[in-house]
């Protein structure tokens, strides 16, 4: 009987093949898995299109259905789940959630953009005032929820909540409440709060969303505030090392990426960095491995081998060899954003301005395959990709499309 409880539990884990669970994929890595997309976009077909409120979180897509988040015109935030062959309404959950972002970040919205995360029973949404709800993903009840500036006495966020849950195990990874947490996924209880910091204009609240790695032995949460470039040890969240990210006002904005004993990040008109670290038994020790003056702003780098594929804040898309830190090209500008996932030998990425583009990581050119337009409406949202099966989400709605595979 045990074994059997504890079979059926571990079946509820979403895998890489099927879903695409949270921020920047199941696995956390933009990676893909599954047969290899072909050399064009021509086989490209709509399936269905759900038109929505605003919002930019990713979709999430659960084994049989996709969940979508919105800012509704009567100031309420809304979940839907939505039937995943052909985007019929199997329920939606809402709560009041909204905030009026500072004058100068206007043109990003006021609507929701933190994504999801998914575990296989459970939808955990963060909404724009910084509150938490974890719900049923098959009815859409309310399992628990946490008020961040209420329960812990922070201000609301002046841009919302920006970053999003980290799912890994039975536990969720939190930037909220101007520090970091660690929670029971079951229950929302707080294992340990940590990297706490000021509620000011330069460091309150959080753009980049966390990732976990192994970097120089330790398995370790990644977590870039706002003006620092952190390692965490998950299980106590003890502060293992800290570096200072140079940033304009604040914005540290990309997800940092591990890359052997090192780690690879971005920042908003400053330039683009590899820190390495070393340790001393228990003592982790951070240096500059380079800079580029490469530019990065919100897009996430797709690492492959030696090689990192950057999107800049002046919209073009750059490839620097780690170990030196030099660009090899640059091309002309594309969109202000893309979102890029990564399959066997290509990369599919989608430009803001509605383009979906699938180019070759070749570290010597940059070697474009096609582009097909998606969306009508500025797409924000991250690009969502399983099997054959690619989800995007614009300003105005969610579409569903196949492409066949060979």
């Known amino acids: 009987m045990l074994f059997l409880l504890y079979a059926d539990q571990a079946s509820l884990a979403p895998s890489p093949l099927r879903t695409w669970a949270q921020w920047r994929g199941t696995s956390r890595d933009a990676i893909s898995p599954g047969k290899p997309w072909p050399d064009n976009l021509a086989g490209l077909k709509q ?37 995943r062959a052909t985007g019929r309404e199997l329920w939606r959950a809402s709560w009041k959630g909204k905030i009026s972002v500072p004058f100068y970040a206007k043109k990003s919205g006021d609507w929701i953009k933190s994504t999801p995360a998914y575990d296989g029973k459970t939808v955990y949404v963060g909404g724009m005032e910084e509150v938490l709800v974890a719900l049923d993903s098959k009815t859409g009840k309310e399992r628990w929820k946490i008020d961040f500036p209420k329960t812990f006495g922070k201000p609301k966020p002046e841009f919302g909540f920006d970053s999003s849950p980290v799912l ?36 309150a609240g959080a753009f980049s969303t966390s990732s976990i790695g192994e970097v120089a032995g330790r398995r370790q949460l990644l977590v870039q505030d706002r003006v620092k470039l952190n390692g965490v040890d998950l299980e106590t969240g003890a502060v293992l090392w800290s570096q200072e990210v140079p940033n304009f006002r604040g914005m540290n904005i990309l997800t940092p990426v591990a890359y052997k004993d090192a780690v690879f990040t971005s920042s908003y008109q400053n330039n683009t960095y590899l820190y390495r670290l070393g340790r001393e038994g228990n003592r982790f020790t951070v240096l500059e491995a380079w800079k580029n003056k490469a530019k990065g702003y919100m897009s996430g780098a797709i690492v492959i081998g030696d090689f ?9 898309l750059t490839c620097i060899d780690l170990r030196t830190g ?30 979906l583009i699938l180019f070759r990581p070749n570290p010597e050119k940059f070697e474009m395959l096609d582009s097909k337009e998606v969306a009508k409406t500025s797409a924000w949202g991250h690009l969502a990709v399983v099997g054959d099966e690619i989800f995007v989400r614009d300003l105005a709605g969610v579409s569903a499309f196949r492409l066949p595979l060979r």
């Open 308 to 316: 990192a594929y950057l999107h800049l804040g002046n919209q073009r």
């Open 168 to 203: 890994d195990g039975d536990f969720l990874y939190v930037q909220a409440a101007d520090s970091t947490f660690k929670l029971k996924k079951e229950t929302g209880a707080v294992v340990w709060r940590t990297l706490e910091h000021p509620s000011d204009v330069m460091q």
């Open 326 to 355: 030099e660009s090899t090209w640059t091309t002309t500008p594309f969109g202000q954003y893309w979102s890029m996932v990564q399959r066997e030998g290509k990369i599919l990425a989608l430009d803001e301005r509605g383009e």
């Open 47 to 83: 399936i269905w299109r759900v038109d929505l409120d605003k919002g930019y979180s990713s979709p999430i897509v659960a084994e049989d259905r996709v969940f979508v988040t919105e800012s509704t015109e009567n100031g309420n935030e809304c979940v839907r789940a939505l039937d």
